[in-house]
Nanobody, 122 residues
């Protein structure tokens, strides 16, 4: 089992910054990757960024490249998303995900947090 709790969301003006945090517990160390996703009402949930156990990163949307940075602190079981130069179109519910995790039964599973709201005003 993996439990995820997001924090750090809020309301900011366009051009501002936020740092989202994800606290993981349980078998998070057995996951192949951690990721951030986001979703706006009426739209499909969108992958934002991913970081592997070894620290390799990928960004799934051109719109966030150069502005968002995913990082982790394995010693603290924390994952972060630094968001700079925020735009109104970044407004969404942001979710932390632990992906392809294995527990004692050796079956791969994904886990999701409850989300944290980010609102960017112009």
């Amino acid at each position: 089992q993996v439990q995820l709790v997001e924090s750090g969301g809020g309301s900011v003006q366009a051009g501002g910054s936020l740092r989202l945090s994800c606290a993981a517990s349980g078998y998070a160390s057995s996951c192949n990757a951690m990721a951030w996703w986001r979703q706006t009402p009426g739209k499909e949930r969108e992958a934002v960024a991913r970081i592997s156990r070894s620290g390799g990163t990928t960004y799934s949307a051109d719109s966030v490249k150069g502005r968002f940075t995913i990082s982790q602190d394995n010693a603290k079981n924390m994952v972060y998303l630094q968001m700079n130069s925020l735009k109104p179109e970044d407004t969404a519910m942001y979710y932390c995900a632990a992906m392809l995790c294995t527990g004692p039964d050796s079956i791969f599973r994904n886990y999701w947090g409850q989300g944290t709201q980010v609102t960017v005003s112009s």
